[in-house]
């Protein structure tokens, strides 16, 4: 199955500050996406970005993609405490295997 | 918006004793999963379901896990014997038909076997 490695494992950060994971993977993709989850609860949907895009914005997230070096981005601006969460990249398929994640701490 | 529900949102149960987990996906949608994550773990795929039928599953879903969609709206995973090592949060995610790829995860339900 395919699956994505987040870099760092945990980051944190002030209020007000951006915060960027990274996603790197070794597999062709079809599309690549964003879930965060809050503290073992349930996982959201952030945004999804296809193999033939670069960048996508929703929102504060701004996602990029370089299929060449097999990696993604996924930058959040102007954090706030509530972006405290465990992020993850998930490649698109119909089993979605994850990670272990970026833990995010935003402090106040 | 339209979102996925489970019920119940925490189960505890006896080993031994079987449970069923309700999920109720987005009504247009047509691909149904169950993930589970054991405290402390990544989040893992259990079981795909399309037109009536599992159509993956993985090496965790074993004889003891089975899936059904009894009506038009619910999804339920059953466990027959449950075991200590099933104590996990339970995740139901559902999808639409392609080109839409993505899935939406429910709350989950926290099962705790004792």
């Known amino acids: 199955s395919q699956q994505g490695e987040e870099d760092p494992q945990a980051l944190s950060i002030q209020e007000g500050e951006n915060a960027t994971m990274n996603c790197s993977y070794k597999t062709s993709i079809n599309n690549l996406q964003w879930y965060r989850q809050n503290s073992g609860r349930g996982l959201v949907h952030l945004i999804l970005?296809?193999?033939?895009?670069r960048e996508k914005h929703s929102g504060r997230l701004r996602v990029t993609l370089d299929t060449s070096k097999k990696s993604s981005s996924l930058l959040i601006t102007a954090s706030r405490a509530a972006d405290t969460a465990s992020y993850f990249c998930?490649?698109?398929?119909?089993?979605?295997?994850f990670g272990e994640g970026t833990q995010l701490t935003v402090n106040p | 918006e339209p979102e996925v529900t489970q019920t119940p949102s925490h189960q505890v149960t006896q080993m031994g004793q079987e449970v069923i987990l309700r999920c109720v996906p987005i009504s247009n949608h047509l691909y149904f999963y169950w993930y589970r994550q054991i405290l402390g773990q990544k989040v893992e795929f259990l079981v795909s379901f399309y037109n009536n039928e599992i159509s993956e599953k993985s090496e965790i879903f074993d004889d003891q896990f089975s899936v059904e969609r009894p009506d038009g709206s619910n999804f339920t995973l059953k466990i027959r014997s449950t075991k200590l090592e099933d104590s996990a949060m339970y995740f139901c995610?559902?999808?639409?038909?392609?080109?839409?790829?993505?899935?939406?995860f429910g709350p989950g339900t926290r099962l705790l076997v004792l």
């Open positions: 998930v490649l698109g398929g119909s089993r979605l295997t």
């Open positions: 995610a559902s999808r639409s038909d392609l080109p839409e790829e993505t899935q939406y």
């Open positions: 970005i296809r193999s033939n895009e």
